[in-house]
């Protein structure tokens, strides 16, 4: 058997729509039925009034970034736990990024640690909802109430997860989402902002498109980037839109299925699910603890070697080198991330993994992990 980590739920429908596109000759990220739907759509499933795309989700978090004018001299805290576009992004923006460890349970930035790294350079908090759980945000929107900062959602894993009934995306000034084929729905390569506040999508609209002039389309209002999503990639998210509901369903039964056949191992901690959200489980991540901890590398080579595919937990922002280097952080600075980052992998998690292939995951995770205890 082979099962990889992740597999995207492409149907006739996403043909059907992106050879529409094509027809239609609009194939640019300038014009096009498309675009506009998909924006619309996506905005809409997600509570919000507006929607603008871009070309990943890396190019959605810079275009907030953007959109808000952080800059250089200003601070944004973000959860040190997190794909390293999350950072980036800040980044190129020329901002100082501010390392906030983790939760030990969501493994979601912790907002106990935020006020004391808030200091008069703060400008935004980027909360991220790891895996697919969204961050406790309460207690981030009364800080960045109290110190008159701005919010910004990194949705990138976290699409139709809920805080309180209401969806990520809408929870802070802009949402951040990535359409990268291995996430919740794709197009590919893309990305999207949301947004209820109407000036924040004027600008990123303005922004995204070269800052094109308004009369003399050739006076730039700004300076500009090129992350305009084409057409072709709206097509297909069209298309996918239609079937995020079951995806998310699809996740949901897989974690369960996983909670109910792992949760008596020793040792692996398990994602949960906090009274407040809803999971969507992008994937399933686990942690190895006591017995098993250090024995990641030794339990993903054995599970390959059985065609199982499994992906090794990000490294933390302040365990990367390269900023270690330029002394922008320590890798003491979030010693709980340091915990999840060198023991954590997912499983496989797919929207199309059969109950058959469930199975052979979970016996040979047991039986390998009895071996190795
Ligand atoms: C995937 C991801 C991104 C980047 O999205 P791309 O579309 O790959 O640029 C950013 N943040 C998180 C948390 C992600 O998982």
């Known amino acids: 058997m082979k099962i990889p980590v992740s597999q995207p739920l492409i ?93 030990p349970d969501t493994w979601n930035l912790n907002p106990s640690l935020l006020e004391k790294k808030i200091t008069p350079r703060t400008k935004a908090i980027l ?25 910004i959602e990194d949705c990138a894993e976290a699409h139709g997860a809920e805080y309180k009934g209401r969806k990520a995306g809408s929870l802070g000034d802009i949402g951040c989402f990535s359409f990268y084929a291995n996430k919740i729905i794709t197009t590919g390569e893309g990305g999207m902002i949301t947004t209820n506040n109407k000036r924040y999508a004027d600008r990123a609209r303005m922004l995204k498109s070269l800052a094109f002039g308004k009369k003399n389309k050739f006076m730039h209002q700004d300076i500009g980037f090129n992350f305009r999503m084409t057409n072709l990639q709206a097509a297909l998210g069209c298309a996918q839109l239609k079937k995020i509901e079951f995806v998310i369903n699809k996740k949901r039964d897989i974690a369960k299925f996983y909670l109910k056949h792992l949760s008596d191992v020793k040792d692996l901690q398990l994602p949960v699910e906090k009274s407040y959200a809803k999971n969507v489980y992008w994937m399933f991540h686990v942690v190895l603890k006591g017995s098993l901890k250090n024995k990641r590398h030794i339990l993903t080579a054995a599970l390959r070697k059985r065609g199982i595919d499994t992906r090794e937990a990000f490294v933390p922002y302040n365990g990367q080198e390269i900023f270690i280097k330029r002394g922008l952080t320590r890798k003491s600075d ?19 993994l059969s109950l058959k292939e469930l199975f052979y995951v979970v016996n040979n995770i047991k039986n390998l992990i009895n071996h190795i205890q």
């Not at 990943?56 to 907030?64: E, F, H, K, R």
């Not at 800059?71 to 020329?94: C, H, K, R, W």
């Not at 909360?127 to 701005?150: E, Q, R, S």
């Not at 979030?334 to 199309?352: D, E, K, R, T, V």
């Open 127 to 151: 909360v991220v909802h790891i895996y697919g759980h969204p961050a406790d945000m309460d207690p981030v929107v009364a800080i960045a109430k109290k110190y008159n900062l701005f919010i």
């Open 334 to 352: 979030c010693p709980l991330a340091n915990i999840a980052g060198n023991n954590g992998f997912y499983l496989p998690s797919g929207p199309i």
């Open 11 to 103: 149907g006739d429908n996403e043909k059907k729509l992106i050879n529409e596109a094509m027809d239609s000759k609009e194939i640019s990220g300038f014009c096009g039925e498309f675009i506009d739907k998909f924006e619309k759509g996506f905005a809409k499933y997600s509570d919000c009034a507006y929607g603008v795309s871009t070309t990943s989700g890396t190019t959605a978090l810079q275009l907030a970034l953007a959109t808000l004018k952080i800059g250089p001299g200003d601070e944004v805290l973000a959860s040190t736990f997190t794909n390293m576009a999350t950072f980036f992004a800040i980044l190129y923006q020329g901002a100082k990024p501010i390392p906030i460890d983790i939760e």
